[in-house]
Structures are given as C-alpha cells and as structure tokens.
C-alpha cells in the first residue's frame, strides 16, 4: 500500500467504504429492510380484497368464530403498523407486488484500508476468548521447542490467510533477549521477505532501538501478533488472530523477556483484549503472560506523523525504566 494512503488511514481520514446495499446512515440492514418492504406492502394489499375473503369464510362457516375472531385481529393488527408476521396465504393478492430479495452481500475487496494507530475499534480480534481458549488448550504448541515452533508455522493453514501467502513471517532475533518487540501483522514487504519490520518502518524502528543503545538481534526479539499477511493489510478476523495467537504466546514462553512494547494499536488491543484507544493505553505499564507490556505508536504511523516521534520516545524511555526495574527486580 503507498505510504501516502498508509498515512490517511493512520489518521482516520481515509474514505470509509460502506457495503453494497447497506446506508451508513441508518442502522437497518439490508435484509431487515427487505423484511420491512415485504410487511409494508402485504399492508398496503387493498383491504376489499381481505374484507371480501374473510365474509366469504363467514358464510361458508358460521362454527368457526373463533378462527374468524382471530383472522380480523390480523388484519386490525397490520393496518396498525404492529410489527407481526403475515399469515401464511397460498397466494398473493392479485396485483400486489412480489417481496423485494435482499441484496447479496458484497465479496470483501482485497483494497480493504489496514490499521491505523488513533482510532479505537468496535471489538479487537483477539477479545474471543471463547475461540482462542480451545485452540490453547489442545494445539500441542506449548510444548515446541523454536525449530518445531518455526516449523509448524511454517506449514500452517490453519486458517484461510495461508491461501495468499508469499512466506511466513516468524519472527527475528536473539532468542534470549530481555526485550521483545511485537507489531501488528506483515506487509507486503515482510511477506515477500519472510522478517518483520523492513523496509522505511524498519529502518525508523532500528533509529528507535539504537536510541535505546539497542540493536535488532542484540538483547531485541521481534515478532508479530498475525504470522501471515492479511490481503490488502485488512486488519485480521477474530478466529484469524485466535488461531495464531498461540504460536505468540510460546514466543514469549521461549523467550522469557523482561519488557514487550507493542507497536500499534491492534498489537496493543490484540495483547490486551481491550478496545482502548492507543492514546488512552499510552503511558502506562500493561501485562501480557506475566510481562510488562508498553504500548507506543507503530513505525509506519510515525512516518507520516513527526509530531507524534517525541510521544515515541517518551513511551520508549518508559520502557527503558520498566525494564531496568524488572532488571532490579530479577537480580
């Protein structure tokens, strides 16, 4: 994606696509609108035309009262407005036009807008608990050393974001490091490569450890929530993430790290089953596993937003703090 539509999206002002068939303005959805369209003209059937049937049904049944009773209570009911089903008829009334079928939901576009840094979503992919939990507990990762962990995600297709796929991104780094890294998901250029963070991001994110008299691979481990990139850098689907969160989690097992710092805003909502702003998860020590996490803006962001690089370092040099105090801590 150019860096320019990059930046608009990072700043929630990229165009907002609406689905075919849907209005933004309004909370109905098409097929509730089809339903609304099919009462509205099954109201709008002429009432002669039921008056006539139902004194016809009077004459040929007069032991039926009660059934009649409820047939007018229908039709009051209808030209009411009231919110029922129709009765079911074997056939329409004469001249009364056929129910409108709801739209076909429209294929998502590969064009999807990825993340940005500012907003805050409706729900972070990885807050289904009731989907991460069962694939945690019974996919044999937790016991994987790091060859049979890069193996297995290697060859995963455990979810529909193999099928685009140019390489797997597992991660990069010193597997002992006190520092762990952990951005969003790759991009088209981590995809073709098969590391995180290169690139411009890259290159800004190696400026940002060297200011730390860090370097990538030296005491830094870098990895990401999502192993696979999403088509178009659309944000993951909440069983995508489920079902690689795990390999994260053993990650942070082998790893053992002594401060995480989540770059972005859905690293940091997927880290922290939250639907927190980045702005409002900024500046204070979270926890991931056990492990104090700090949330800063992702590099790609910071790009286009200088003014938010003194913010970075600030979130940084709490980091750095966080760090030396686990270090304390830890002997």
């Given amino acids: 994606m150019p860096l320019n539509e990059i930046a608009l999206e990072e700043l929630g002002l990229a165009p907002r696509w609406v689905r075919k068939g849907a209005r933004a303005d309004r909370g109905q959805s098409p097929v509730e609108g089809a339903e609304a369209l099919a009462s509205a003209q099954a109201v709008a059937a002429p009432l002669s035309q039921r008056e006539a049937a139902?004194?016809?049904?009077?004459?040929?049944?007069?032991s039926n009262a009660s059934e009649r009773r409820a047939a007018r209570a229908d039709i009051a009911s209808?030209?009411?407005?009231?919110?029922?089903p129709a009765r079911p008829v074997s056939a329409p009334p004469v001249g009364t036009p056929a129910a409108t079928p709801a739209p076909a939901e429209a294929p998502r576009s590969d064009d999807d807008f990825a993340?940005?840094?500012?907003?805050?979503?409706a729900e972070p992919a990885a807050l289904r608990d009731d989907i991460a939990a069962?694939?945690?507990?019974?996919?044999?990762?937790?016991?994987?050393?790091?060859?049979?962990?890069?193996?297995?995600?290697a060859s995963c297709a455990a979810c529909r974001l193999c099928e685009q796929r140019?390489?797997?991104?597992?991660?990069?780094?010193?597997?002992?490091?006190?520092?762990?890294?952990?951005?969003?998901?790759?991009?088209?250029?981590?995809?073709?490569?098969?590391e995180?963070?290169?690139?411009?991001?890259?290159?800004l994110l190696d400026n940002m450890l060297r200011a730390l008299a860090l370097a990538r691979g030296d005491n830094v481990y870098i990895a990401n929530v999502i192993k696979c990139r999403p088509p178009g850098n659309r944000n993951p689907e909440p069983d995508e993430v489920a079902r690689c969160e795990p390999?994260?989690?053993?990650?942070v097992?082998?790893?053992?790290?002594?401060?995480?710092?989540?770059?972005?805003?859905?690293?940091?909502?997927?880290?922290?089953?939250?639907?927190?702003?980045?702005?409002?998860?900024?500046?204070?020590?979270?926890?991931?596993?056990?492990?104090?996490?700090?949330?800063?803006?992702?590099?790609?962001?910071?790009?286009?937003?200088?003014?938010?690089?003194?913010?970075?370092?600030?979130?940084?040099?709490?980091?750095?703090?966080?760090?030396?105090?686990?270090?304390?801590?830890g002997g």
């Fill in 247 to 251: 390999y994260l989690q053993r990650q």
């Fill in 253 to 329: 097992q082998l790893v053992k790290p002594k401060i995480i710092v989540a770059l972005g805003r859905f690293a940091a909502q997927s880290l922290l089953k939250t639907t927190g702003s980045i702005a409002s998860l900024r500046g204070r020590v979270h926890e991931y596993e056990g492990v104090p996490v700090i949330v800063t803006y992702h590099p790609a962001y910071l790009l286009r937003s200088l003014q938010d690089k003194s913010k970075a370092w600030t979130d940084l040099c709490l980091a750095r703090d966080t760090w030396r105090a686990a270090s304390r801590r």
């Fill in 54 to 62: 139902h004194d016809a049904s009077l004459s040929e049944a007069m």
């Fill in 134 to 153: 069962p694939i945690v507990a019974h996919s044999g990762v937790a016991t994987l050393d790091w060859d049979a962990l890069a193996e297995r995600v």
């Fill in 166 to 194: 140019t390489n797997t991104v597992f991660g990069v780094g010193d597997q002992s490091a006190e520092w762990m890294l952990i951005g969003e998901a790759p991009g088209e250029n981590e995809d073709r490569v098969g």
């Fill in 115 to 121: 993340w940005f840094d500012t907003g805050a979503s």
């Fill in 196 to 203: 995180p963070f290169v690139g411009k991001a890259g290159k």
């Fill in 78 to 84: 209808d030209e009411a407005g009231r919110d029922r």
